[in-house]
Each structure stands twice: as structure tokens, then as C-alpha cells.
């Protein structure tokens, strides 16, 4: 659950939180400085079209780059299915 987590939900959205952080930080900017006119239309005038392509792009290169990371996985041996032998079933197994 967690290598799901991490390779596909968090590229995915990793784009749309950094640009509501940014909206945030810009907004205490605002206050802080005392302005007037301060948006409330975060979710309607985002960029939705460039978040979602950010996060795709992000998604694309953790997919591309996580089996040059983790390397390839070893081999356990041969698999042997599970069989019906003397009235008992022996379930499959590996072997080396």
C-alpha cells in the first residue's frame, strides 16, 4: 500500500499541493502587508490544466526511474503448482 502511495498518488498530487502552499504562503503575504482585494477563488481560478499535466509528468518519471532504483527482483527458483497426490493436495511452492 505504501509503494502505491508513494509511486503514483503523491507524484500525482505533488504538483496541485505545492501550488496551494504557494497560494497560501502568497496569501499571508497579502495580510501581512495589509493589501485589499485579497481572492477567494483558489479552487476555481487554478491552473487545473497544468497541475494535472505536472502530475502526470511527475507520475511518468517516479514509474521510469522506481525499477532503475529498486533493481530487479530475484529469482526464488522454479515454481512448482500444487498437485493431487496420495488422496492430499500439496500446495505450490518454489524450488530452487
Not at 518519471?61 to 512448482?80: A, C, D, F, Q, R
Request: aromatic letters at 12%; proline letters at 8%; hydrophobic letters at 45%.
Amino acid at each position: 500500500m505504501i509503494r502505491k502511495l508513494i509511486t503514483i498518488i503523491l507524484p500525482l498530487l505533488l504538483p496541485t499541493l505545492i501550488y496551494f502552499f504557494w497560494v497560501w504562503m502568497a496569501r499571508r503575504q497579502q495580510i501581512k502587508n495589509d493589501a485589499e482585494g485579497t481572492d477567494k477563488k483558489v479552487f476555481s481560478d487554478a491552473p487545473w490544466i497544468w497541475l494535472s499535466i505536472g502530475g502526470c509528468g511527475l507520475l511518468a518519471v517516479t514509474l521510469l526511474i522506481t525499477p532503475l532504483i529498486l533493481g530487479k527482483p530475484s529469482k526464488p527458483g522454479e515454481y512448482v503448482a500444487p498437485q493431487y497426490r496420495e488422496g492430499k493436495i500439496i500446495p505450490g511452492h518454489y524450488a530452487k
